[in-house]
């Protein structure tokens, strides 16, 4: 199984911070990998696949980077909304498996 | 829109069993692979298990044997039938969609989630 690692697990940060994740996984997944943010009690929404590509609706801010094991997910400018667990999670291969999370707090 | 919403879960017993659905909106659903994820309280999200669109089905090793996949493409239903469920079970349980770029499907939409209890 490929092991997907997430630092760090949680962060804090004021609003109109720049906010890096990075995600490792154990062997290499091309670009198959997906960042996604969950807030409790909602659906987890999909911000970014195949690495870098925005999904549909995610503002801009948002931005992927990486490709074979080293990937970053960065918030240029974070805002009150964006307050949430952020995973990434990889689809080169079953079992798809997730990275552990980061919660970003406010500071 | 695409919504999916999800619905079956309850409080069973070990050993027990249960039928999950999920009822998808807004797209063709018979064009998409489904996906089902589970997050156990306070814990990570776990892939469960995925249907293609022809009806081919991938399980997690922990559900091999005890859980089934299936899709009504006429209702635009996904189900996930439990059985010999375990306290690890114990999750809510997500529906997402699947949708393909570069030969590979990605997780595009998520369902709220539904609640699976299994405890004496």
């Known amino acids: 199984d490929i092991q997907m690692t997430q630092s760090p697990s949680s962060l804090s940060a004021s609003v109109g911070d720049r906010v890096t994740i990075t995600c490792r996984a154990s062997q290499g997944i091309t670009n198959y990998l997906l960042w996604f943010q969950q807030k409790p009690g909602k659906a987890p929404k999909s911000l970014i696949y195949?690495?870098?590509s925005l999904q549909s609706g995610v503002p801009s801010r948002f931005s992927g980077s990486g490709s074979g094991t080293y990937f970053t997910l960065t918030i240029s400018s974070l805002q009150p909304e964006d307050f949430a667990t952020y995973y990434c999670?990889?689809?080169?291969?079953?079992?798809?498996?997730f990275g552990g999370g980061t919660k970003v707090e406010i500071e | 829109e695409v919504q999916l919403l999800e619905s079956g879960g309850d409080l069973v017993q070990p050993g027990g069993s249960l039928r999950l659905s999920c009822a998808a909106s807004?797209?063709?659903?018979?064009?998409?692979?489904m996906t089902w994820v589970r997050q156990a309280p306070g814990k990570g999200l776990e892939w469960v298990s995925t249907i293609g669109t022809s009806d081919d089905t991938y399980y997690t090793e922990s559900v091999k044997g005890r859980f089934s996949m299936s899709r009504d493409n006429s209702k635009s239903t996904l189900y996930l039938q439990l059985n010999g469920l375990r306290a690890e079970d114990t999750a809510v349980y997500f529906c997402?969609?699947?949708?393909?770029?570069?030969?590979?499907?990605?997780?595009?939409?998520w369902g709220q989630g539904t609640l699976v209890t299994v405890s004496s």
């Open positions: 807004g797209f063709t659903f018979s064009n998409h692979a």
């Open positions: 195949s690495a870098s």
């Open positions: 999670q990889q689809y080169e291969s079953y079992p798809l498996t």
């Open positions: 997402a969609r699947s949708s393909v770029v570069d030969g590979r499907g990605y997780l595009d939409y």
